[in-house]
């Protein structure tokens, strides 16, 4: 059943405790490199604020483990939020405690408040199996939940990127909000809209485009969609452990050889569904990975002592020409080593064919990191139907897996 969302709720002169996923990429520096997830919680952040509700926003960044690290602090995204508001964003030096709860206090009508990172705390990551099974670990839970909890009248969920997760935040939180308001975000609306019609309703030719080191990671989406897809695309690492269980010789090439008898399993039965699945033909190999590496181009085997960082010029061809040709367009994950260039190319060359693809009418949707920052690297955003903020979610929303997280808010009428 569809969720309510913030334009189903009163929230003038209310209390908006939001959960977004600001966990967004940073230099080394602590400079953010794509403010992409901060834009696109805009429209809901907007909304409440024009129509009177006093917002209290959390979110975690990176994985401090559970304790106050300064390396993983919110500010730079406050910072970055209140540029693009155009307006103050209060801070608060902690989630919870006496000073969280001091500014939620005071906060009127329009004003907003970022509470820092909520995995200082380790009660924040407790999954919720562990707090079953646990009464101690359940009581800590509930209580940092109860603290976040009692700061606010409603409940807003965000943070699609982080919908897959039973952090406190994400579960508990609602949980014990319940008989409040407890509703989702427009992001969560608009990304369970494109990726459920995407893959209930999609325009043939379908073609999946899976990329990145691991099939293990990938094994759910696949069996997924061997029978929604006419077919799949396989390039980046977890290549080698497919193109080995046929019989080729990968090099020295990653390869997940405990898998392999999985990923036998998979060609066997996309066949059986008439699902085509592509591997690559041609590859990028180098003796050692390192920028500036001397590669050159493997066709079919691999020598030993050389390893695949990309997909080949044939690969990139063929897959290209399956991609334009594609009505229905999901890609998950690079072609290649793509933060080192130029290994970068299989992974540009396929994100320039889904934006021509999409140019020509298809419906195309971009989740995972390295994916959407190609595209961005290429100025192309603007060239896909929808780019996914969440990369671990959208995966597990295209195994078909529900998101406890969101099952828990309230059901439109
Ligand atoms: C992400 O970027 O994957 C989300 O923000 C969730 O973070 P996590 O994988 O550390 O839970
Ligand atoms: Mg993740």
């Given at each position: ?40 919680a ?20 990176g ?44 906060l009127?009508?329009?004003?907003v408040?970022?509470?820092?990172n ?19 670990l ?36 609602p ?44 094994i ?55 699902c ?5 033909p ?5 003796r050692?990975?390192a ?7 493997a ?49 540009k ?36 139907s ?7 979610a959208?995966?597990?929303f ?12 309230d059901?439109?009428q």
């Amino acid at each position: 059943m569809a969720k309510k969302t913030v334009a189903d709720i009163e929230v003038k002169g209310k209390k908006v405790l939001m959960r977004v996923d600001f966990n967004v990429p940073q230099d080394d520096d602590g400079n953010i490199t794509s403010d992409d997830r901060i834009v696109k919680a805009l429209p809901t952040i907007k909304n409440i604020l024009n129509r009177g509700g006093a917002l209290l926003l959390m979110s975690h960044l990176g994985r401090p483990e559970g304790k106050r690290d300064d390396a993983y602090t919110l500010r730079p995204v406050a910072e970055r939020l209140s540029e693009l508001l155009g307006k103050k964003v209060i801070f608060a030096n902690d989630c919870v405690g006496p000073d969280a709860k001091a500014k939620a206090a005071a906060l009127k009508p329009g004003d907003v408040l970022l509470l820092e990172n909520l995995r200082f705390y380790k009660e924040e990551v407790i999954k919720d199996k562990a707090a079953k099974e646990d009464a101690q670990l359940r009581e800590a839970k509930d209580t940092f939940a109860r603290e976040l909890a009692a700061m606010a009248d409603v409940y807003v969920d965000d943070a699609f990127g982080t919908a897959h997760r039973d952090n406190a935040s994400m579960y508990t939180v609602p949980s014990v909000m319940e008989g409040k308001p407890r509703v989702t975000g427009f992001l969560i609306e608009k990304e369970l809209n494109f990726l459920g019609d995407t893959i209930r309703n999609p325009s043939r030719p379908f073609v999946a485009i899976l990329g990145g080191a691991k099939v293990s990671d990938k094994i759910g989406v696949i069996e997924n969609l061997i029978d929604k897809v006419n077919r799949i695309i396989i390039g980046g690492a977890m290549a080698y452990t497919f193109l080995k269980s046929r019989g080729k010789a990968v090099g020295d090439s990653l390869c997940e050889d405990d898998f392999m008898d999985k990923a036998l399993a998979l060609l066997d039965q996309a066949t059986e569904a008439g699902c085509e699945v592509m591997l690559p033909p041609d590859h990028v190999v180098v003796r050692k990975l390192a920028p500036g590496a001397e590669h050159r181009i493997a066709v079919g085997d691999i020598d030993p002592g050389w390893q695949a960082v990309d997909i080949g010029p044939m690969a990139r061809k063929e897959f290209a020409e399956k991609i334009v040709g594609a009505k229905t367009i999901l890609w998950n994950g690079p072609m290649g080593v793509f933060e080192i260039a130029p290994f970068d190319e299989g992974t540009k060359a396929i994100a320039q064919a889904v934006a021509q693809a999409t140019e020509q009418g298809a419906k195309s949707v971009v989740g995972g990191g390295d994916s959407a920052s190609a595209i961005e690297q290429l100025g192309l955003q603007d060239k896909i139907s929808h780019i996914s903020t969440g990369g671990g979610a959208s995966l597990e929303f295209l195994e078909g897996k529900k998101f406890k997280a969101i099952e828990i808010l309230d059901d439109k009428q």
